[in-house]
């Protein structure tokens, strides 16, 4: 009991100037194999059971050394008696979440390959994957650890890592949307990334210049369709193929010459469940 009581006083004297919480805290983990005997359940309510408490066979020197973070010292306490899904968290839990940690990181992977908690060592090194990886290499490390460690609980999290870098996804930039009826050098600028085909209606409509209809208003959006000329409509149609589903795909092409009036453009990919874009061009 007297670990835990040296634990609070380190607590509470850690947001104290003139504490004494490093001194509480060597004495609360003084005696770690002491500590490894006693279960943290028998300290309830004053210690809550953590959800990853099995992984240490519900002992009270997890508890004590986690709110010291002391991870150094739980690591090669839980290392020297073999208890390697232990040494192997507690040793993750000291290692900080940025670039500099892969090394690091990839040491312990192989450290600890064989464990299913190994997985979670892998979910931090993608964490600390930078924007300037490739996602191609993002693809092939995602894949390699989900064969690799594929029992463990939060493995999912990859998954969906995944899963959200070959998203289908479109997304278009106008160089111009006020341009007069002679214009013939409006740029439209297409990214995509996993789908085959883009389409894109030009339509004008019976709305005047300065109308106030918003795109993003859903009563505006009915009043504004049922203002579209049918006859009007042009349709240009963007195929891209021969690409993998996670590369990012940019295109480019010129806009038509319209006549005089207000235009609705709307951009969808009939093929994929993505919510369509719709944008205003003025000629005039």
């Known amino acids: 009991m007297s670990a835990v009581y040296n634990c609070i006083l380190g607590v509470i004297g850690r947001n104290d100037d003139d504490g004494n ?11 770690p194999s002491l500590l490894a005997s006693q279960k943290a359940a028998d300290f309830k309510p004053l210690i809550k059971i953590g959800k990853n408490d099995d992984i240490f066979k519900g002992d009270l020197l997890h508890v004590i050394g ?7 010292k739980l690591h090669s306490y839980y290392k020297s008696v073999g208890n390697r899904e232990a040494a192997c968290y507690t040793a993750l839990m000291g290692i900080k979440e940025e670039k500099e940690s892969i090394p690091k990181l990839d040491s312990l992977m192989q450290a600890y390959s064989d464990l299913p908690i190994c997985g979670e060592v892998a979910l931090k090194r993608y964490a600390c994957m930078g924007e300037d990886t490739s996602v191609e290499e993002k693809i092939a490390y995602i894949d390699k650890a989900l064969v690799r460690w594929a029992s463990w609980k939060r493995i999912v999290a990859l998954r969906n890592a995944r899963e959200e870098l ?4 479109f997304d278009v930039s106008f160089d111009k949307r ?12 297409l990214n995509t990334r996993n789908v085959s085909d883009v389409v894109i209606t030009i339509t004008r409509t019976k709305l005047s210049g300065n109308h106030s209809l918003s ?11 049922a203002s579209l000329l049918p006859a009007t409509k042009q349709t240009i149609n963007r195929t891209f193929t021969g690409h993998k589903d996670y590369e990012a795909v940019k295109d480019s092409f010129l806009m038509p010459t319209l006549p005089l009036g207000v235009y609705l453009i709307k ?3 009939p093929e994929k469940n993505i919510t369509p874009e719709y944008a205003f061009l003025l000629c005039q």
């Open 267 to 269: 951009i969808e990919s």
């Open 178 to 189: 006020n341009v007069s009826s002679s214009e013939k050098n409006n740029w439209v600028k």
């Open 166 to 169: 070959i998203r289908p996804m």
């Open 66 to 72: 986690m709110q010291v973070g002391n991870y150094d």
């Open 215 to 225: 795109l993003g208003d859903k009563d505006d959006m009915a009043k504004l369709k």
């Open 21 to 31: 919480a490093e001194d509480y805290f060597k004495k609360a983990l003084a005696n």
